[in-house]
């Protein structure tokens, strides 16, 4: 007992800061300093975004402006819609440790790390599926259209070609995420895992 | 709260608990740059979390949940310094300014403290520099979400092994 309240009395007897020369007066006020130019470049970042997807959209819309073709636009529509949710969606759902409830009692906080670490990439995965899906549908509708004076089989064939192309980028897609959160989370979530067990 | 009011707020709980923020940090890491990028980033995630403190435990609490919850996630430095630091490591680091017998004979002994609790296991590490703050059985159990029975055992255990490794370090 003597030896822990010795250990007690040595422990909270180190002034870190002086010893190792840390000053946390201005380690605060650096901090604050970053905080403040951290969510101006947020918001600019953010407004850059917006108008680059607003440009973008304004363009394919006036590129089909002028063309009396339904399918064109329907197509069109599905592809421009399903990039908005599919951002939008990606935005909220994307793995952020600011949303980690670092103020939880710990055990609920491993848990809760690793479910929501856990939770973004499959809702990643699940989106990622809807969107390439509406992307095949938009993609084959605007086809339908621009391939009007084709022979029947060659628009088949440029049909197959198109929905193979994006099955391809979709598995690729898949690969490439499923790989980055081997590498970037899995470790964490292993550790995690083995400490509740602990 | 206004972005001054949390200034202000965030500038008095770090000057209130600075030291014992860098204490579990020197628990966890040792290397000057390690420790002031985990403090950085316990500072940011008390701002993060600043409006959500409604009173509901003490304050020091809530801050010991966002230190010892920071330190398990600061993992990507870490690896490469789990290997045990010696007296001379600290001596190299650190910039004395009382270079007194009494001073040193304190110093060494709190290089063996942490040369011992770097040997434990991540979670031991945080919980034995807890107790070592001082801070009761029941508030170790609310910061860890563990029952007060299995945080008792749980110390006991660690406090054993801790010693066990001071006795087997000061003999070798």
């Known amino acids: ?43 600019r970042l953010n407004l850059a975004k917006t108008v680059a997807i607003s440009l973008l959209i304004t363009t394919l819309l006036l590129s089909i402006s002028d ?18 949710i599919m951002m939008t969606r990606y935005w909220q759902i994307q793995f952020k440790s600011t949303n980690l409830n670092h103020d939880l009692p710990q055990n609920e906080f491993i848990e809760d790390t690793i479910s929501q670490m856990k939770g973004a990439h499959m809702k990643f995965l699940k989106l990622f599926r809807v969107f390439v899906f509406f992307l095949m549908i938009g993609i084959n509708l605007l086809y339908v259209d621009l391939l009007q004076a084709l022979e029947m089989p060659m628009r088949l064939l440029i049909h197959g070609i198109v929905t193979n192309f994006m099955l391809i980028v979709f598995l690729l897609g898949q690969f490439i995420r499923r790989k980055k959160f081997k590498r970037d989370f899995q470790p964490l979530i292993d550790d995690l895992e083995a400490l509740s067990q602990q | 709260m206004s972005v001054p009011e949390k200034e202000q707020k965030l500038k008095e709980l ?5 030291d014992m923020i860098y204490r579990l940090c020197y628990a966890y890491l040792y290397n000057k740059e390690d420790i002031e990028d985990l403090f950085q980033e316990i500072t940011i995630n008390i701002w993060n979390h600043l409006d959500q403190f409604k009173g509901a435990s003490k304050i020091s609490t809530w801050i010991y949940r966002i230190v010892v919850n920071s330190a398990l996630l600061y993992n990507k430095k870490d690896k490469k310094q789990r290997a045990v630091f010696s007296h001379a490591d600290i001596e190299a680091s650190n910039t004395p300014t009382d270079e007194s017998e009494e001073y040193l004979e304190k110093e060494k002994k709190i290089a063996q403290l942490n040369a011992a609790i770097n040997q434990l296991k991540k979670q031991d590490r945080l919980i034995i520099s807890l107790v070592l703050e001082g801070v009761k059985y029941e508030e170790i159990a609310e910061i860890m979400g563990m029952t007060m029975s299995y945080v008792g055992v749980k110390i006991n255990r660690i406090k054993t092994t801790l010693f066990n490794l001071l006795q087997e370090n000061s003999n070798g």
């Open chain 1, 67 to 84: 063309m009396r073709a339904p399918f064109v636009w329907i197509g069109m529509g599905v592809i421009v819609l399903s990039t908005l």
């Open chain 2, 14 to 18: 770090i000057a209130t608990h600075k």
């Open chain 1, 1 to 43: 007992m003597d030896e822990l309240k010795d250990l007690q009395s040595l422990w909270q007897g180190h002034k870190l800061d002086t010893d190792l020369g840390i000053d946390a007066n201005q380690l605060t006020h650096s901090f604050i300093a970053k905080m403040k130019q951290t969510e101006k470049k947020v918001f």
